[in-house]
């Protein structure tokens, strides 16, 4: 329930401590009340033996020695000893004179050890009472001769003594411990109150950098000046978690221009192709260039957005993969045929040289969307009359086929960036505008929602070569 | 006057070509990038626009290659890069102009007009030589009350005498500023315009404004 770590470790060492001192104290409690009653009880205890001594039965009497009871300490008008005793029928056979009528707190006692309590007389003062259970001497008997009395015999005997003092002393001793208690309790808050202060203040001045942070400055850092070693651990995995949404914030930013950027040209082609063609009366074969001009853009933007929007669905994990057996060879020819018109412009001749057996076990559609772009990309790139050709072959898990042309102009430092959104290695391309720099990026990304991998390379000879790594090969069936 | 447009896209240089050679300029056109820069070296422009992400060369790079050989034609930057700094970039290597895509093809025209009046000193669109007025917005040109009805080659060789009213114009400075490179005219069509022109603007009993400096070439308005 509490939310603040602050709250938590106060309350904490508050309580430890609170249950340190009430321990203590009762400690100190007990043995100053043991050493302060012990000495007070040996006396009353001597008293009432001796009392008890000089207690005889003489008959059915129970006789009093006179001497015994003209005895300073039951005389003395400060103070006095008070004494009872009782038959164990509960009938009074002596009190002090003192006493009056009053009686004495008469306690259940075994015999011949003495019992303690504290009680108050009628006047309200505080009597400590120690009370004997004992078997009275029969008088004038010799010691030989002495028949053992039985225990209904017994006599009970209570010694009261005033035991003011004592018990203030007793009252002082309990405020004592409670005042020092309490001191040390609120002294410790507060010094506890400044090290958990202290202790948290690296927390809190991490928090107060963190809450500091927005969108607009994630490279900032969390400095480590200040740090404990406890919270290292964490300040590193916050910085981690900083860079990386930096770089992904700038990512999104870049791609976000670049979709704009990208947009804008197509644009600004139909704009001004028509705002153009508007500008005087045409002939209607004119019109109709223009028209079909506007329509070729608005197809290549169509291209460009559907791009996206497979990306964002990749991202998203909102595309759904159907398996089935695939025949490369016969899926490349498939995904050749609308590009071979463009190819024979191009004057570029195309082989596949992927043997009719091998197959493998994937999404048939988005394969040749991979492969579709693929192919388009290496027509767009390889050189006027230049070669393409695809293979394929099988490995261990898997099957790798590649697409190649000739012409690349790429550094091997470039080929690093031809699966980057937008990227364009600076080639004399022809048709800017057509080819924005998504194909190979969505390639990428579909490959990777199917489990495999692709990556590109520039042999010399400017042959690029792009891979297409592709899991989970069933055996192929061979066709015969 | 004669423009050179560098960029890459195909349907943007088709119609960009066609309207402002339809607007009367004489238009170079180049979609690659080292070619704009051999085109806006070696020969004299009165505007260049320029795309900034060009095959061949970047458009930055061109410009900076046209200032630090000292060319003086003015550029105008077209691109769709449209943040702050972009624009500060371009403008701080010694573009004029900066525009970006998608843009209205009547600014642009505009933006062109007033580079071309900026590069002539010639800060009012309408330019009066003795009782002859040209407008350059509209293109339209009297002679006192009368308007007279130019052909968009003569409407063009007249804007560049005019621009430069006062000072002997060479029949190269004609060729070099108002006819494309590709155009198949030879030099002597300089001549035969002028005297197109002469005879349009010819009123009975007003002075000759067109005269010939011998073996140096033209001058419109009072002899310099």
Request: contains cysteine.
């Amino acid at each position: 329930m509490m939310r603040s770590l602050r709250a938590r470790l106060l309350v904490g060492t508050m309580c430890g401590m609170a249950l340190m001192l009430l321990i203590f104290s009762l400690i100190v409690h007990a043995v100053i009340h043991r050493t302060l009653f012990s000495q007070y009880d040996a006396s009353l205890a001597s008293t009432a033996r001796m009392l008890a001594a000089s207690v005889e039965l003489d008959g059915g009497e129970v006789e009093l020695e006179f001497d015994v009871q003209q005895m300073p300490e039951f005389v003395r008008r400060d103070r006095p000893t008070y004494y009872e005793i009782w038959r164990s029928d509960g009938t009074v056979v002596a009190r002090s004179p003192r006493l009056g009528t009053n009686d004495l707190l008469r306690l259940e006692a075994s015999l011949n050890s003495p019992v303690f309590a504290t009680t108050r007389a009628r006047s309200g003062l505080p009597l400590r009472v120690a009370s004997l259970k004992f078997i009275p001497r029969i008088s004038d008997s010799d010691d030989e001769q002495q028949p053992q009395l039985s225990k209904e015999h017994a006599l009970t005997l209570a010694v009261a003594r005033d035991a003011s003092d004592l018990v203030g002393q007793h009252r002082v001793l309990r405020w004592l411990l409670l005042v020092v208690s309490a001191v040390v309790i609120t002294l410790s808050f507060l010094v506890a109150a400044v090290i958990v202060g202290q202790g948290l203040r690296p927390l809190n001045l991490i928090a107060t950098e963190i809450g500091g942070i927005t969108e607009q400055d994630l490279s900032t850092r969390i400095g480590d000046a200040y740090i404990p070693g406890e919270i290292m651990p964490i300040r590193n995995r916050l910085n981690d978690l900083l860079s990386r949404l930096e770089a992904a914030f700038k990512r999104e930013r870049r791609f976000t221009a670049d979709v704009a950027h990208e947009l804008r040209t197509p644009l600004a082609g139909i704009r001004s192709t028509i705002e153009v063609a508007l500008a005087r009366h045409r002939e209607t074969d004119e019109y109709r260039s223009v028209l079909s001009e506007c329509l070729a853009i608005a197809h290549d933007m169509q291209t460009m957005v559907n791009n996206l929007l497979m990306l964002a669905r990749l991202d998203a994990q909102q595309i759904s993969f159907y398996t089935e057996q695939i025949q490369l060879a016969e899926l490349v020819n498939s995904c050749w045929q609308p590009f071979s018109g463009r190819a024979l412009d191009r004057r570029l001749t195309f082989e596949n040289r992927i043997d009719a057996e091998i197959a493998c076990q994937s999404d048939r559609q988005n394969l040749s969307t991979v492969l579709s772009n693929v192919l388009d990309n290496a027509i767009e790139y390889a050189n006027e009359a230049g070669q393409i050709w695809t293979t394929a072959c099988r490995k261990d898990d898997s099957v790798e086929m590649a697409v190649s042309n000739t012409g690349c102009q790429l550094t091997t430092e470039q080929t690093s960036h031809v699966f980057d959104s937008f990227w364009r290695g600076d080639s004399s391309r022809k048709d800017a505008g057509v080819h924005c720099g998504l194909g190979l990026a969505l390639a990428e990304r579909i490959m990777r929602g199917l489990g495999g991998s692709v990556c590109a390379e520039v042999q010399p000879g400017g042959i690029f070569t792009v891979r297409l790594i592709l899991p989970n090969v069933e055996e192929s069936r061979s066709i015969q | 006057m004669r423009l050179l447009v560098i960029e890459d896209y195909r349907p943007l240089q088709q119609s960009l070509t066609k309207g402002l050679r339809e607007a009367g300029f004489a238009v170079d056109t180049t979609r690659d990038g080292q070619e704009g820069l051999w085109y806006a070296t070696g020969n004299e422009y009165d505007v260049i626009i320029l795309d900034l992400m060009l095959p061949g060369m970047d458009g930055l790079e061109i410009l900076k290659k046209i200032r630090t050989q000292g060319q003086k034609s003015h550029v105008l930057i077209l691109t769709a890069k449209d943040t702050v700094r972009d624009r500060v970039t371009g403008l701080d290597l010694g573009a004029d102009d900066y525009l970006v895509k998608p843009f209205a093809f009547e600014e642009l025209l505009a933006r062109v007009r007033a580079l071309l009046r900026r590069s002539y000193r010639q800060k009012n669109p309408q330019i009066e030589i003795k009782d002859l007025r040209i407008d350059l917005t509209t293109q339209r040109v009297w002679r006192g009350s009368q308007e007279i009805t130019l052909t968009p080659k003569e409407y063009a060789l007249l804007e560049y005498l005019a621009m430069r009213a006062g000072h002997k114009v060479s029949r190269s400075d004609i060729w070099e500023h108002v006819y494309e490179f590709e155009s198949s005219a030879s030099s002597n069509v300089v001549d035969v315009y002028i005297g197109y022109l002469r005879k349009k603007l010819q009123r009975p009993g007003k002075p000759q404004l067109i005269h010939t400096v011998r073996g140096r070439g033209y001058v419109l308005g009072p002899e310099a």
